[in-house]
T-cell receptor, first 115, second 113 residues
Framework: EPEVTQTPSHQVTQMGQEVILRCVPI?????FYWYRQILGQKVEFLVS????????KSEIFDDQFSVERPDGSNFTLKIRSTKLEDSAMYFC?????????????FGPGTRLLVL | AQTVTQSQPEMSVQEAETVTLSCTYD???????LFWYKQPPSRQMILVIR??????QNATENRFSVNFQKAAKSFSLKISDSQLGDAAMYFC??????????FGAGTRLTVKP
């Protein structure tokens, strides 16, 4: 069964450094998402992406964040200058298309620790 | 704004027994979708069950079923014949058509042997 994959599974970085989190959505899916989960808290929406542009973003997704689909398979989340409070689990998700209420399929997550 | 509330931070159930996890939500929409996701210690998010708001019939997936009360904006998850592998965090989530998902704070389920 196809699944969303994410790399790396864990990332440790110094405050102020740039990080890129990578995701490979399910191959025939058209909508892509990033969520984050700070330890012990709820999963929070960051951004959705469709047709090579951001379709929706939350207030968390400020100028420090950017997303890109550099090729036909990868979907990346870049954090330009990491802060301590960026430490969280980051989940990528994808859904097939514009059918209302489609299920989003989540990847296993990348655990980011900012020191 | 859509909010999702899970009022039970923790629940416990004896193996083979039945447990119900509560979820309420707030919305002014009539067309939306509701989900339960399971998050085991690995922290992966696994879809358990989904419900379309326009359907009156409650969704069922094997041992998992929901009690969807649209007027009350309630969406509880019932786990029958609980198994040790059911132990996890359970998140209720709401999604408008073609929008992102809003999650509740989660309920940690413990299954006692």
């Amino acid at each position: 069964e196809p699944e969303v994959t994410q790399t790396p599974s864990h990332q440790v970085t110094q405050m102020g450094q740039e990080v890129i989190l990578r995701c490979v959505p399910i191959s025939n899916h058209l909508y892509f998402y990033w969520y984050r989960q700070i330890l012990g808290q709820k999963v929070e929406f960051l951004v959705s992406f469709y047709n090579n542009e951001i379709s929706e973003k939350s207030e968390i997704f400020d100028d420090q964040f950017s997303v890109e689909r550099p090729d036909g398979s990868n979907f990346t989340l870049k954090i330009r200058s990491t802060k301590l409070e960026d430490s969280a689990m980051y989940f990528c998700a994808s859904s097939p298309g514009r059918i209302p209420g489609e299920t989003q399929y989540f990847g296993p997550g990348t655990r980011l620790l900012v020191l | 704004a859509q909010t999702v509330t899970q009022s039970q931070p923790e629940m416990s159930v004896q193996e083979a027994e039945t447990v119900t996890l509560s979820c309420t939500y707030d919305t002014s929409e009539s067309d939306y979708y509701l989900f339960w996701y399971k998050q085991p210690p690995s922290r992966q998010m696994i879809l358990v069950i989904r419900q379309e708001a326009y359907k009156q019939q409650n969704a069922t997936e094997n041992r998992f079923s929901v009690n969807f009360q649209k007027a009350a904006k309630s969406f509880s998850l019932k786990i029958s014949d609980s198994q040790l592998g059911d132990a996890a965090m359970y998140f209720c989530a709401y999604r408008k058509v073609n929008n992102d998902m809003r999650f509740g704070a989660g309920t940690r389920l413990t299954v006692k042997p």
